[in-house]
């Protein structure tokens, strides 16, 4: 599930979490204690949002066939509404249902500040670490190992390229390995077809964060402490810095914009997931055949080449009173390969679930990337998101980011100097410390 409205979101999740203990996903979750043997029956309620909600409802309905005597409700909030509902609910211990859907960035704030909100899914959830996309497995994951949710979708990043645009400029797609050959690239392909070489919004950080998961690392390491002016972070702002310096970005102010710019063929390439294929396929039909995808380049040093940007899981509350009925639902939406696989048919939900990912359907040819298998590299690339630290502090410290980014890219601040600058001000407001 694409994050459209991240940004909006955002600031509800900064006040919502004021006050949150310093430090990642900690120790908790419910008392209630699961048992995966147990016969299941009654119902449940689930929270979710626009597609997600209408594959839940297709699957509570299967599951209540294949579990007599159980009944699935599934209620789409809204994704608007979602985050106060769950909030509130949160601070009130009440009115929360069984199920909420919850995106990965904003799961380690609620468990920080409740953390007996949650119900700890180890006992169905034991032997599944490994048969999901990592990045999420560690972000739902409690410091003494509990499991507060189980991960939905991925978000797995590649390199999006018109390929009419590269062939133009004498560029072979297999040649874009590593960044450090980007700068020259674009002037290349610039020069060859008067476009720029990526479109992106600045306002938000571009692909700053992208770009460090890439590299392993985020705002924050494993001891909560600062990391964003480091030299992996200096060097990413330095490179985008130079970028814009050469008229390479085409900097835009919000999604409308960017899908806009995409249709207009403004830009020559674009840092993007997987969910991005709908909204070319969905929005701009008559570019059928212009399109072409590969892994990200690589940064010095690293052999990965892909990151994250978006996903979800679904989490059972303390406060359901039917967690047993919830848990075996969950793992059988989730945990389940033809269930995944069905959702990727009908929803358009990229599948965490990497057993999922293995499926002939992720192999079929797509005549709007001329016949590219592009589903198959982004399963093969999922397993490889390299996992990052979020916190509770992560809303409030991205906005500063994203400021520091602006400062730097757009206004000329020396990057360094820029995130060093961010670094201390996330420091005074989380009273964190920034790693030596």
């Given at each position: 599930m694409k994050l459209l409205r991240a940004l909006a979101v955002a600031a509800v999740v900064a006040v919502s979490l004021a006050g949150c203990a310093a430090g990642g996903v900690g120790a908790g979750g419910s008392s209630a204690k699961l048992d995966p043997h147990a016969k299941v029956s009654g119902s449940i309620t689930v929270w979710s949002w626009d597609t997600a909600a209408t594959a839940l409802k297709?699957?509570?309905?299967?599951?209540?066939?294949?579990?007599?005597?159980?009944?699935?409700?599934?209620?789409?909030?809204?994704?608007?509404?979602?985050?106060?509902?769950?909030?509130?609910?949160?601070?009130?211990?009440?009115?929360?249902?069984?199920?909420?859907?919850?995106?990965?960035?904003?799961?380690?704030?609620?468990?920080?500040?409740?953390?007996?909100?949650?119900?700890?899914?180890?006992?169905?959830?034991?032997?599944?670490?490994?048969?999901?996309?990592?990045?999420?497995?560690?972000?739902?994951?409690?410091?003494?190992?509990?499991?507060?949710?189980?991960?939905?979708?991925?978000?797995?990043?590649?390199?999006?390229?018109r390929s009419d645009y590269l062939k133009q400029a004498g560029v072979d797609p297999s040649s874009l390995t590593s960044w450090n050959d980007m700068l020259e690239v674009g002037k290349k392909i610039k020069a060859a077809t008067g476009h720029t070489l990526f479109t992106m919004d600045l306002s938000t950080g571009g692909y700053f964060q992208t770009l460090l998961q890439q590299q392993g690392q985020g705002i924050f390491n494993a001891k909560g402490?600062?990391?964003?002016?480091?030299?992996?972070?200096?060097?990413?702002?330095?490179?985008?810095?130079?970028?814009?310096k050469a008229g390479l970005i085409n900097n835009v102010k919000g999604w409308d914009a960017e899908v806009s710019a995409a249709k207009n063929g403004n830009s020559a390439m674009d840092v993007n997931a997987v969910w991005w294929i709908?909204?070319?396929t969905s929005e701009m039909p008559e570019l059928s055949g212009r399109f072409g995808v590969t892994e990200l380049p690589e940064f010095s040093g690293s052999d990965v080449r892909t990151s994250n940007n978006g996903g979800s899981n679904l989490a059972v509350t303390s406060q359901s009173k039917n967690p047993q009925l919830a848990a075996s639902f969950v793992e059988y939406a989730l945990a389940d390969k033809s269930n995944q696989v069905s959702m990727m048919k009908q929803e358009g939900i990229f599948p965490s679930y990497l057993p999922a990912l293995k499926d002939p359907l992720f192999t079929e040819p797509s005549p709007y990337f001329g016949g590219q298998k592009v589903y198959q590299l982004f399963a093969q690339q999922t397993a490889n998101i390299p996992p990052v630290v979020y916190t509770s502090d992560n809303p409030a410290a991205a906005t500063i980011v994203d400021n520091a980014v602006v400062a730097s890219v757009v206004n000329g601040q020396d990057p360094k100097s820029a995130l060093e600058g961010a670094a201390k001000q996330i420091a005074t407001a989380t009273k964190r410390t920034i790693a030596g």
């Open positions: 297709r699957l509570g309905a299967s599951y209540q066939k294949s579990h007599p005597g159980t009944t699935i409700k599934v209620i789409d909030v809204g994704y608007d509404n979602a985050y106060d509902k769950i909030s509130v609910g949160l601070q009130a211990g009440s009115g929360l249902p069984d199920v909420v859907t919850i995106e990965t960035d904003h799961m380690p704030g609620y468990v920080t500040q409740f953390p007996k909100g949650f119900v700890d899914l180890r006992p169905v959830a034991a032997g599944l670490k490994n048969d999901f996309d990592p990045s999420k497995w560690a972000a739902n994951t409690g410091k003494d190992g509990a499991v507060y949710a189980l991960p939905w979708d991925s978000g797995t990043i590649a390199l999006f390229y402490q600062i990391t964003i002016s480091d030299d992996a972070a200096v060097k990413t702002l330095t490179m985008l810095q130079q970028l814009y709908g909204t070319l």
